[in-house]
């Protein structure tokens, strides 16, 4: 059996008190790769003596560059394609049929560098474009992360080539955004206007978001705990108004809570409805 090291086991306890992310004991190469240079900026020499400054100086933002580095993750335009897609062909024409006139409500949490919400929007679009009249209170994506400098990139809305070329199509880039330089896209405005980014940690009360018809919760649940993450889906679900759906990663499943919501097949994937 592996024995941990003790700074590694005093830093994945900061880490999980600090934001919920459990580490295994295989993990401290990546804890060493995300922030060996904020170590070296710093002159901290080891993890048990990076906890200990944190601890002294809970101000100094330290703490928060040390959070920004172990939950920022590299995502994509469309992840997994089907969510969108259901979106597109059966939540929303539900939604606009139930709620004439009402304002759509979607969440993205843990929302990244802001290609989820924005992938959100342009498939609001899409259906619009197909489906002129039926959406008649427009829509809002409330886009969250508890990351502040990933949340300062994705408000501006400004991607390399290497981020537009993962998941988006040459339609789509033509589409919705605009050559702002050499290898530089910027998101159009229309797209921009139906997103709103906030500044949210899943383990902090939802209770200022508002209810919504839609969460989208996906691949962030696996780096919880089994009782973390029953706390958050319990949470979410009181977001949700009666019949919403919550939609979580292609690999993340929702183990019991049958009480909470309904598993809904779609063909593929599989998505809940909130009893």
């Given at each position: 059996?592996?024995?941990?090291?003790?700074?590694?086991?005093?830093?994945?306890?900061?880490?999980?008190?600090?934001?919920?992310?459990?580490?295994?004991?295989?993990?401290?190469?990546?804890?060493?790769?995300?922030?060996?240079?904020?170590?070296?900026?710093?002159?901290?020499?080891?993890?048990?003596?990076?906890?200990?400054?944190?601890?002294?100086?809970?101000?100094?933002?330290?703490?928060?560059?040390?959070?920004?580095?172990?939950?920022?993750?590299?995502?994509?335009?469309?992840?997994?394609?089907?969510?969108?897609?259901?979106?597109?062909?059966?939540?929303?024409?539900?939604?606009?049929?139930?709620?004439?006139g009402q304002r759509l409500r979607i969440w993205s949490a843990a929302c990244s560098s802001g290609q989820e919400p924005y992938?959100?929007?342009?498939?609001?679009?899409?259906?619009?474009?197909?489906?002129?009249?039926?959406?008649r209170g427009g829509a809002q994506i409330v886009a969250t992360d508890l990351s502040g400098s990933i949340l300062t990139a994705?408000?501006?809305?400004?991607?390399?080539?290497?981020?537009?070329?993962?998941?988006?199509?040459?339609?789509?880039?033509?589409?919705?955004?605009?050559?702002?330089?050499?290898?530089?896209?910027?998101?159009?405005?229309?797209?921009?206007?139906?997103?709103?980014?906030?500044?949210?940690?899943?383990?902090?009360?939802?209770?200022?978001?508002?209810?919504?018809?839609?969460?989208?919760?996906?691949?962030?649940?696996?780096?919880?705990s089994g009782e973390v993450k029953k706390d958050i889906l319990r949470r979410m679900h009181a977001t949700l108004r009666p019949?919403?759906?919550?939609?979580?990663?292609?690999?993340?499943?929702?183990?019991?809570?049958?009480?909470?919501?309904?598993?809904?097949?779609?063909?593929?994937?599989?998505?809940?409805?909130?009893?």
């Open positions: 059996m592996t024995s941990v090291n003790p700074d590694f086991q005093q830093f994945r306890e900061f880490l999980e008190k600090a934001c919920g992310i459990v580490l295994g004991d295989n993990k401290q190469y990546l804890v060493a790769s995300r922030l060996n240079r904020l170590l070296e900026q710093e002159q901290i020499k080891s993890l048990g003596e990076l906890v200990k400054r944190i601890q002294a100086q809970p101000r100094s933002g330290l703490r928060e560059a040390v959070v920004d580095a172990m939950t920022t993750n590299e995502t994509l335009w469309f992840r997994d394609v089907y969510p969108f897609e259901v979106m597109k062909s059966r939540l929303i024409p539900e939604f606009a049929k139930a709620n004439s992938s959100l929007s342009m498939t609001i679009d899409e259906f619009e474009r197909t489906n002129v009249g039926q959406l994705a408000k501006s809305a400004e991607y390399d080539s290497l981020s537009v070329a993962r998941g988006l199509s040459q339609d789509r880039l033509v589409r919705y955004f605009d050559q702002t330089g050499p290898g530089r896209w910027t998101v159009k405005q229309a797209v921009r206007s139906r997103v709103e980014f906030r500044a949210l940690n899943l383990l902090d009360s939802y209770a200022a978001l508002g209810k919504f018809d839609m969460v989208f919760c996906r691949n962030v649940l696996i780096y919880f019949g919403g759906y919550l939609i979580l990663g292609a690999s993340e499943a929702l183990n019991g809570l049958p009480e909470l919501y309904q598993m809904v097949q779609c063909n593929p994937g599989i998505i809940y409805k909130a009893r």
